[in-house]
Each structure stands twice: as C-alpha cells, then as structure tokens.
C-alpha cells in the first residue's frame, strides 16, 4: 500500500483518482491547489505525488519545482498529470523535476496501469509474481 498525494482541481479526475486508488489498496490524500500540495507534502511524506499541471495560482510545474528544491520532499517522486500536448511539453514537465507524466484525459484502465509503473512493487504480492 502506497500513501498518494494528488494535487489536482478537477472534481471528475479527483473522483476517478479516488476510485481507481480505493480499488488498488492505495492511501489518498487530495490537495486543491499547489500551495496546499507542498503543504500537505512536507506533512504528509507520501510515497508519489500525482501534480496536475493547470492550477489555479501557482501551477503544478513550479509547484514540483518548489518540492525538488525542498530537503524534505525533495525525494518523493512527482508525475504530472497533463493534457498538454503540444511540442515540447514533455521536455517542459521534465525539466521542471517531474519523474514522469500521465496524460489526460484520465481513464479508468490505462491510470491504474500507468500508475502501478511509478510505485514500489509490493513485497507481499512479489511473491507470488
Ligand atoms: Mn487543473
């Protein structure tokens, strides 16, 4: 079980977000704007932070910028959840600190899977892999 922060302002992908973790064992915790994300990631100490890009005030990459620079959270691995798609954006998201990226729109079966490739193997289910 991994302990995920999403920073994310969009009721419909916070919802799928809930479901998909909720199903997949994971701890969730929800922040609405970047400012609360680096708060609730310097408290909290998840595991994977899920950073949508477009938020209001502050935007996700130089919220992920802020996390990189800080002693604290500086390890806990970032992936941006993006619509973007324009030439460039990945090298942008990247560049940032981002450890990866997820595009949206998000979808049930393709999050979980996307997901699963960012979090530790679990010791309990490597067993029987
Ligand atoms: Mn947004």
Known sequence: MARILLVEDNPANIQLAMMVLEVLKH???VAADALDGIRLAEE???DLIL???QLPGMDGLKATHFLKENPVT???KIVAL???AREGDEERILAAGCDG???KPIQYDSFAVRLSRFLPID???SRFS
Do not use: G, N, R
Request: glycine residues 0%; negative net charge.
């Open 44 to 46: 909290s100490e998840p």
């Open 82 to 84: 993006t619509a973007l």
């Open 27 to 29: 701890e969730l915790i």
């Open 74 to 76: 500086k390890d806990i």
């Open 123 to 125: 010791p309990k289910l």
């Open 51 to 53: 950073m949508d890009i």
């Open 101 to 103: 990226y997820i595009s």
